[in-house]
Structures are given as C-alpha cells and as structure tokens.
C-alpha cells in the first residue's frame, strides 16, 4: 500500500489512541535530531525560530528568514512539518493567505496561528484566507488555532472556559482543524474545553500539568513543548559560558557534550534525504 501523503499522515497523527508528543524545534538540526529520536512529526517554535536568527519573538521575524529556515527543516527531515506562524505577520488576511502559501511551498502540511488580544473575528478571516491559500496548492492544511483567553487572562477566570470554547466555534466555523488553548493546565478545564468543541485539543508542556496518561483520558489530542526546549538549553549554554569566561575552564563543557563524529555523522550531505 502506498504511504498517505504527508498531509493526511499529519491528520491521521492526531487521531491515534495517544495524543501526538510534538517537541519543538528551532532550526533544521534540533529538527534533525528531534526527528532521529523517533518523532512522528516535526512542530516548530517561532519564539525558538526568531532567537536562533538573532530577532526576538512576537511578531518581527522577517518572512523570507522564517520561510528560508522551514526549507532548511524540510531538506534534513522526511517527517510531516508544522509551523508556528504567531498571528501570520499581518493583519490583512490577503497578506496572511500569501504568507501561508509560502509555508505551504517551503513543505509545511500544518501551521500555528493565534489570536492574541485581536477579535476573534479577525482570526477567523485569516483562518479563511490560509485554508483557501492551501487548498490552492492541493494541500489539506493542519491549521492549529492558538486561543490566549487564558494565557492572557482575557475574562474573569470563571469565563475563561465559555469564552474559548465560544471562539472555538468560530474558528472550526472558519475552517480550523485543531484547538490550542495556551497555558491551560486544569483538568475539569482541560475536559471541558475536550467535550465542548469539534476541533481537537492541543496542549502546551507547563507547569502543573497533568501527565500524558490523564491528558489522553480528558480528550487530549495533542501535546507539545512550545518554546521550553531551547529555553532550558539557553539556561545551559549560559551556567557554561559563564563558568569558562570566569574560570578558563568548565569540566561540564567537555563531559556532558555529545560526541563530534554523532552530531556530524546525523546531519545529512547534500542532496541526502532527511530522516
């Protein structure tokens, strides 16, 4: 049988007994070596993406850099590949379908957006334009919606359910596929938010969340780490930068790396396939 195309093979991935794990990457070599430990797919951070190419996040990262960075990620992975694409970069639709279009080109089956502090009415034209964007490249694009009612405590906290799951309804209305309700960690929430809304739920690593286990039986359909990993490894770097800056020397610089001829040996040569 032939394998599904990557696009319905992002699909399929969300619908599996577990919810999909999806550790985030930054650049094509976390994605590379994300995808040699087994991912089914790739997600990438646009807060990672922006810090790796020297802009901070929200908003500012030059389109032609992000776009340039998800081609690198598609050369040296063989995976399905989503991308964080924060508000789309506009808030003209138009321009937002066209940014779209160009992701879908550089080899993305699934994006990111959010809504922020914007009207969800907006977002819902932009939902429209990226699933009209992509149907006209032939791909049935995973569009995974970002909802900061409770990240940025939008409504009283006894609203905060009601209030995302009524965007919710204007979302899937829109076209959307999946439902990313940031920063949401109760489980009567959680279940909630699962059971009120077709779309299916992604959920971001945070504190006090529950385990996979208990997110997949509260209708859980996805789980994925945003911007943590490269977060803690800028902790690291910076305990290592500042031993050997003071010191001269940092034993963990040398015991705790990874072997030159591994890393080297992982990332493919030109013209290679990815993993």
């Not at 009567?188 to 699962?194: F, H, K, P, T, V």
């Not at 690291?236 to 591994?262: I, N």
Request: proline residues 7%.
């Amino acid at each position: 049988m032939d394998a599904l195309p990557m696009d319905a093979t992002f699909h399929a991935l969300h619908r599996q007994p577990q919810p999909l794990i999806l550790t985030n990457a930054w650049d094509a070599g976390s994605a590379r070596l994300i995808a040699s430990l087994g991912a089914p797919a790739i997600a990438t951070t646009s807060a990672g993406v922006a810090w790796s190419l020297g802009y901070r996040d929200g908003d500012v990262l030059p389109l032609d850099e992000h776009v340039a960075c998800v081609r690198r990620i598609r050369r040296v992975t063989g995976v399905p590949l989503t991308v964080d694409i924060e508000s789309g970069y506009s808030d003209d639709p138009a321009a937002v379908g066209a940014a779209v279009a160009r992701f879908v080109d550089a080899g993305a089956v699934g994006i990111n957006l959010q809504d922020g502090a914007a009207a969800p009415e907006l977002l819902c034209r932009k939902i429209g334009a990226a699933r009209a964007a992509a149907g006209r490249a032939g791909v049935n694009l995973y569009i995974n919606i970002r909802c900061d009612v409770f990240a940025r405590q939008l409504v009283p906290a006894g609203a905060q359910v009601g209030e995302t799951l009524r965007r919710a309804h204007l979302y899937r209305e829109a076209g959307a596929n999946g439902l990313f309700p940031l920063a949401v960690t109760d489980p009567a929430d959680i279940a909630e938010l699962a059971a009120g809304t077709d779309l299916l739920l992604n959920v971001i690593a945070w504190p006090g969340l529950p385990p996979v286990a208990e997110l997949a039986a509260l209708g859980v359909r996805r789980v994925s780490t945003g911007s943590w990993l490269p977060q803690a490894l800028w902790a690291h770097a910076s305990r290592l930068v500042r031993e050997f800056t003071t010191h001269g020397r940092s034993p963990a610089l040398v015991d705790e790396a990874e072997a030159y001829a591994t890393i080297n040996g992982l990332l493919p040569a030109a013209g290679q396939p990815g993993l």
